[in-house]
């Protein structure tokens, strides 16, 4: 496993202790990065992201990995994403919850520092 993949875990382990909420990561399995499914939660979070922030434009480029666990019928991504803000291309972290079909949060983004 690459360093910053396990501080995007950290990370994430962190932000989902702090919200009080449980994942099971037991439960995890890696997904598919060439999923549609998948690209399509990618460019979720980064529309979602670029929505809340004032200065960020991001661009999506690819999916890194991620893992994804599904808990009574709520399945939660963590992804690390590619994305070009405009300058650059960077690595960012990312966590969505898809309650039903199509319906999903943005729980977590961040850029993973390299
Ligand atoms: C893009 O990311 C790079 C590297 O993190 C950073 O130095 C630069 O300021 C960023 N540019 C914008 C427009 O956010
Ligand atoms: C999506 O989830 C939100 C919040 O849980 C809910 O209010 C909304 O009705 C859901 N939308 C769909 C299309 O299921």
Redesign the pocket.
């Known amino acids: 496993m690459k360093f910053q993949s396990l501080i995007f875990i950290l990370v994430v382990l962190f932000a989902s202790v702090a919200t009080n909420q449980a994942i099971a990561l037991s439960n995890s399995s890696p997904v598919n990065i060439n999923d549609p499914h998948v690209i399509e939660i990618a460019n979720f979070a980064i529309t979602e992201y670029n929505k809340k922030s004032t ?1 960020a434009k991001l661009k999506f480029e690819k999916v890194i990995n991620g893992l994804s666990s599904t808990i009574n019928d709520e399945t939660n991504y963590r992804l690390t994403l590619a994305a070009n ?4 291309s ?1 690595n960012y972290g990312a966590v969505v919850l898809e309650k039903s079909s199509k319906n999903y949060t943005l729980r977590f983004f961040a ?1 993973i520092h390299t």
């Open positions: 200065e803000n405009g300058s650059s960077n850029l």
